[in-house]
């Protein structure tokens, strides 16, 4: 089907469409990185995920168009491949098989927002900011123990204030499990970490 996608650029916070747009396109990356975020009801600002190179969203417009669940911004210049709802069916009519990966990646999405929503509302800041910095730490493919987000930008990911957010990373530094600089923070053991992350689920 890449026959078929539009190639755009982005750059550097640029956002290639909004919550409650339109949505008729399914995208993927072909570089760079782009944030989803949302906004609740009373203006507050979560951010859901961040995708990179080679991920592909916007699947749910495929099956059922309608207004975007999420703002996509571009963390760094980027560049996505679209493909109008209307080519994805006609190529769908062709080849069936297709479908089936369709289908199976939305599946993956909805469990994963579902898994996120309950997070949310059920556990404590401490295991949601561990369990976030671990996925943000290995999201892109790649391991690493340094993730360049401010406090404020961590807090719009666990949906919770920037000193809340503060006291606790302050209290893990002490402890030694992290280390915070100028909008970076690295992890030094990861493996507490990791139990503070999952201990509520035990």
Do not use: C
């Not at 297709?98 to 309950?118: E, K, P, S, Y």
């Not at 493919?141 to 503060?166: C, D, M, P, W, Y």
């Not at 530094?173 to 053991?189: A, Y």
């Amino acid at each position: 089907m890449i026959e078929l996608a539009s190639e755009q650029a982005l750059t550097k916070g640029e956002i290639l469409f909004a919550q409650d747009d339109p949505g008729e396109t399914l995208f993927a990356i072909g570089s760079g990185s782009l944030e989803f975020s949302v906004l609740s009801s009373d203006g507050r600002r979560l951010i859901l995920d961040v995708m990179h190179e080679g991920a592909i969203f916007g699947e749910i417009a495929l099956f059922d168009p309608g207004p975007r669940t999420a703002t996509v911004t571009a963390t760094e210049n980027a560049t996505v491949w679209g493909i109008k709802n209307r080519d994805v069916l006609a190529a769908l009519n062709k080849r069936p098989e297709l479908g089936v990966d369709m289908i199976q990646l939305a599946g993956r999405r909805m469990r994963w927002m579902g898994q996120q929503l309950r997070d949310q509302v059920f556990l404590p800041l401490p295991a949601r900011l561990a369990q976030k910095i671990l996925y943000l730490s290995s999201n892109g493919g790649t391991q690493t123990h340094t993730i360049k987000l401010s406090q404020a930008e961590l807090a719009e990911f666990v949906g919770a204030t920037r000193e809340s957010v503060s006291k606790t990373l302050a209290v893990w530094k002490r402890n030694g499990v992290i280390d915070l600089g100028r909008g970076s923070l690295r992890i030094l053991e990861q493996e507490n970490l990791r139990k503070m992350a999952y201990s509520e689920l035990i």
